[in-house]
């Protein structure tokens, strides 16, 4: 190092670090691949008993050490670094999916006896982890909704976690995210996030003073609709050691290659969510022009009624576009879902390819928000030409209204 001082360099760009962090380094021998490989290992091998102790010694102090082939290598370890630099974390735990982690946090950071605040709007199968693990072990789970109660009032002296999803799933509801996080704090409650909608890159929920930010990597982070994935990502040690432990004992790991799939999907993120935003917007404005069309549900619309928090809270949107239709006949969305050609009839979202389908009237009553009477549409805008995209929709509209639906 020369004596010269060097000049503050202004921070890296979200663009920049998605390339850059977990980047192998440079090879020793001077030359080597830009990605990181694939390194599948059932059995870590020691140099010596004392290098394999020291090691074993490390992992149980928190360190992140490969001392096991479960911990995952070095394709695991650069995804968590990468992951971690994008939420703004200190460490990620990758899992098999998306609900594997979020059952992950609840298992966690939940002992007999705590209650538990979650907002109404979330991911559904939540209520399945409450039904078959939770309840069983004396947890108690108790739903808000944000626009309609006083979250303060709900808070009891148990209260131990307060679990949020922004926006919701299907209806895309909007919390007011640093007034909920502010309340948790003063009472000493733990928030956790699930961060999908908006992939990491449009939302920054630690930053915003949750504990924990987590994501089906399922969705935008592997991109391509080929991998089931999850991450948990921790603001501090404290929780890195506390998720860390629950992790280690439910014995979660992931394979390499789907861990290679996933970095592989970080590195065109910066590309992929403007993409999806500038789609959907276009998708969702068409749709609210659209006679067929009773209400459209897109945060980054003027119309909706999370407009404001969306502006003010995240820097853009996903792909995400759900709307209802005007006419009242059973059949018509069906219809309509049944003759789109371009969008496959499908759930898991945040690939590159546009989807359809059709919410289930069950899930739409747990929302506080919800007062349709008639079919939720859900649509996740990929990747293609959006006038494509609108034309599609068009046709789909009049052939289903031609066959009298
Ligand atoms: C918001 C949200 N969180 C979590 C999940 C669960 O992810 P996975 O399908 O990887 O279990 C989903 C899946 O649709 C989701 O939409």
Do not use: C
């Not at 799933?169 to 409650?189: H, K, N, Q």
């Not at 890195?240 to 996933?262: H, K, N, P, W």
């Not at 659209?290 to 459209?296: D, P, Q, S, Y």
């Amino acid at each position: 190092m020369s004596g010269k001082p060097q000049p503050p360099q202004p921070p890296l760009r979200a663009e920049t670090l998605l390339i850059h962090s977990g980047a192998p380094a440079p090879d020793p021998a001077g030359a080597g691949p830009v990605n990181i490989p694939v390194v599948r290992a059932s059995t870590v091998r020691f140099a010596s008993v004392a290098t394999m102790a020291d090691y074993h010694q490390r992992h149980s102090a928190g360190e992140r050490v490969a001392s096991y082939g479960r911990h995952g290598m070095d394709t695991h370890q650069a995804l968590e670094s990468a992951v971690s630099t994008l939420e703004g974390g200190h460490r990620a735990f990758l899992t098999p999916s998306g609900l594997s982690a979020i059952s992950l946090v609840f298992i966690a950071l939940a002992s007999p006896g705590d209650h538990i605040l979650v907002a109404d709007s979330v991911y559904s199968p939540i209520h399945r982890i409450d039904r078959a693990l939770l309840s069983r072990y004396g947890i108690q789970l108790q739903y808000f909704s944000p626009s309609g109660d006083d979250l303060a009032a709900l808070v009891r002296p148990n209260t131990r976690l307060i679990y949020l999803e922004s926006p919701g799933s299907l209806l895309y509801e909007v919390l007011d995210f640093p007034a909920i996080v502010a309340l948790a704090r003063r009472r000493g409650i733990l928030v956790a996030a699930d961060n999908t909608w908006s992939g990491g890159y449009f939302f920054k929920p630690l930053a915003l003073g949750a504990n924990i930010s987590l994501q089906a990597a399922t969705k935008y982070l592997a991109g391509h609709s080929d991998v089931m994935q999850g991450v948990v990502v921790v603001d501090g040690p404290e929780l890195a050691a506390r998720i860390g432990a629950a992790y280690d004992a439910l014995g979660l790991t992931v394979g390499a290659d789907d861990a290679y799939l996933t970095l592989r999907g970080i590195r065109t993120l910066a590309v992929r969510m403007p993409r999806h935003q500038i789609n959907a917007t276009e998708v969702a404005r068409h749709l609210a022009g659209h006679a067929e069309v009773a209400r459209v549900f897109y945060p980054a619309l003027p119309s909706d009624p999370g407009h404001a928090l969306w502006q003010r809270d995240f820097t853009g949107a996903s792909g995400l576009v759900s709307f209802t239709v005007r006419r009242k006949a059973p059949g018509f969305a069906a219809a309509f879902v049944d003759a789109l050609s371009l969008f496959a009839i499908g759930a898991s979202w945040g690939g590159y390819e546009s989807l359809a389908t059709i919410a289930d009237p069950a899930l739409l009553s747990k929302h506080g928000d919800w007062q349709g009477d008639t079919a939720l549409i859900r649509l996740h805008i990929g990747l293609e030409n959006p006038q494509d995209l609108t034309r599609d929709i068009d046709r789909a509209f009049d052939s289903a209204a031609g066959a009298g639906e």
